[in-house]
């Protein structure tokens, strides 16, 4: 890939010929009693030298009631050198509740911050810039008088990402506004207003240059005035990556005013919509690089008010969508919107529902326990309450549904058929039961223990019925590598009877039966 001489000269300036970075967009501010120090003087330097890893350490000062302090330190990674003018926020919060305190790095790579005795300190957070990724340190340190807590932050630089934002008709669009996300593309679409940590502008041609990007999944799109990202890329970069031809798209779009009515025509609220394009999950075009895509515009998440009114404010104009809209007393309504489309009514069906307690094996409530009912479209997830309690609702009775329950330290719970019929399902009494285990050994035929065996696990007497995509563990599905000593082990099980199957690395196997709760079993290859 060739490489741009403005990357190229300002990885020099970073990394390797000792001139500071570009400043930081970072302000410096204290709350609640913390103290910004000022930087240290130029030519001060920060004790000791480069680490290899980022490093929390707590040390103490020669005055015992001195104010504690939290040192901050930046180096590249590339070099060991120190880098100034970095922006962080430390997090940290006393009895009088959470507080932000932002600096940055001076001159020589490092600062100080004075908080107040007894402050706990949480986390650190060093934003990112145009040629470094960011970082983030936990700490979870109470702060006494006279301590100094000295943070090492190893910086990597950043992946850099530069094309072009483009219209429906290809034309350049200038000062369009790029927003980076730094998470894989499912997390970002799952949120309502997910935060860009890389941003900025295309220029007067529509071209631009944007970094900050740390190793790993990230998302980027564009927008500008009364248009939305219809192709945006994703996918996955390297420390360091420069991806070079992006094209992101932009199309005219408008506002679509929706209600979500019941069958009496009253208003739901609070109502969980989800719209995007039509199959945009199955469309994808591959992009400049290596292990980086196009995909269709983030989808919109937002949910009806009191009078079960809903905005999506940025659907484009040649599209088709779907509306996605659930409620835990309806069932699921799908939607469509056609290009052009500016208001969509939405009329619930009531659905039956699933209630009941689940309980520990000693009969107490079993609190905060995640249950599955699985069987319908998609698996529906509800948390136990601190009673025990959980209801499902918003279900189709004709679905064959399962709860499913796996909870460490208990084995699966699989409660089902649901045999709804034409009545909503409370007051079921599900209870835990320990988990029990299956242990052994893998031994070659002379008895020899056999390390690194592949061992799977499967139940062979599940209930008749399951439907399909359920969790491998709540089917008795597992696997291991035998040690050094040819041991296995698998834990939470379930009562039943189970097929035990070894293989070799030499590709000698072996089967056996056993029932859950046997241990010392050793299984002979041939």
């Keep these: 890939m060739r490489v741009p001489l403005l990357v190229l000269a300002l990885a020099a ?63 590249a990674r590339q070099g060991g050198r120190p880098l100034p003018d970095l922006g962080y926020d430390v997090y940290w919060q006393t009895e009088e509740g959470p507080s932000k ?38 700490l979870g340190q109470f702060l006494e008088p006279g301590m100094i807590v000295r943070v090492d932050l190893v910086v990597p630089a950043a992946a850099v990402i530069m094309g072009v934002v483009l219209d429906e008709l290809g034309q350049p669009v200038p000062g369009a506004l790029l927003l980076g996300f730094h998470d894989a593309q499912p997390v970002i679409d799952a949120q309502e207003r997910p935060e860009a940590r890389s941003t900025g502008n295309a220029d007067e041609f529509g071209a631009f240059q944007l970094g900050g990007f740390p190793a790993g999944p990230f998302v980027l799109e564009a927008g500008l005035d009364a248009r939305s990202t219809i192709w945006r890329l994703t996918g996955v970069l390297t420390e360091g990556q420069v991806v070079q031809g992006v094209e992101i798209q932009l199309e005219p779009c408008h506002n679509v005013f929706g209600q979500v009515l019941d069958g009496a025509g009253q208003p739901v609220k609070n109502a969980s919509i989800v719209a995007g394009k039509v199959g945009r999950r199955q469309q994808s075009r591959p992009g400049p690089a290596d292990d980086v895509r196009y995909v269709p515009g983030r989808p919109l998440l937002v949910r009806s008010d009191e009078r079960g009114t809903f905005n999506l404010p940025s659907v484009p104009d040649n599209q088709a969508w779907s509306v996605v809209v659930e409620h835990a007393r309806f069932k699921k309504n799908v939607a469509r919107l056609e290009p052009g489309q500016v208001d969509v009514l939405i009329q619930m069906e009531e659905g039956m529902r699933v209630s009941g307690s689940l309980r520990l094996p000693d009969g107490q409530p079993a609190a905060r326990v995640v249950l599955t009912l699985a069987g319908g479209v998609e698996p529906v997830t509800d948390a136990a309450t601190k009673q025990g309690r959980f209801d499902f609702g918003g279900l189709d009775p004709a679905a064959n549904l399962w709860i499913v329950v796996l909870g460490d330290g208990f084995a699966p719970l699989l409660h089902g058929p649901l045999e709804l019929g034409a009545q909503s399902i409370d007051g079921l009494d599900l209870r835990l039961q320990a988990g029990q285990t299956i242990a052994g050994t893998v031994q070659s035929a002379d008895g020899a223990p056999v390390e690194g065996a592949r061992v799977s696990l499967q139940r062979l007497d599940l209930p008749a019925g399951l439907p399909e995509g359920m969790p491998p563990a709540a089917l008795g599905q597992a696997g291991s590598l035998t040690g050094s000593g040819g041991d296995f082990s698998f834990v939470g099980l379930a009562a039943g009877r189970y097929r035990i199957a070894a293989r070799a690395p030499d590709g000698r196997a072996q089967e056996i039966e056993s029932a859950a709760g046997a241990q010392g079993i050793v299984i002979k290859l041939p």
């Excluded at 609640?32 to 930087?39: E, I, K, M, Y």
Aim: glycine share 10%.
């Design 13 to 75: 300036a970073l990394f390797g010929c000792g001139k500071e970075s570009p400043p930081a967009a970072a302000g410096a501010s204290g709350a609640d009693g913390a103290a910004v120090l000022p930087n240290p003087p130029a030519g001060a330097q920060a004790p000791g030298g480069a680490p290899e890893k980022t490093t929390v350490t707590v040390l103490r000062a020669d005055d015992p009631q001195q104010a504690p302090l939290v040192e901050v330190r930046a180096w």
């Design 101 to 138: 305190t932002s600096s940055a790095t001076g001159a020589e790579g490092w600062a100080r911050n004075a908080f107040p005795p007894f402050a706990q300190i949480h986390n650190l957070y060093l934003r990112p810039t145009a040629m470094t990724a960011p970082v983030a340190a936990t």
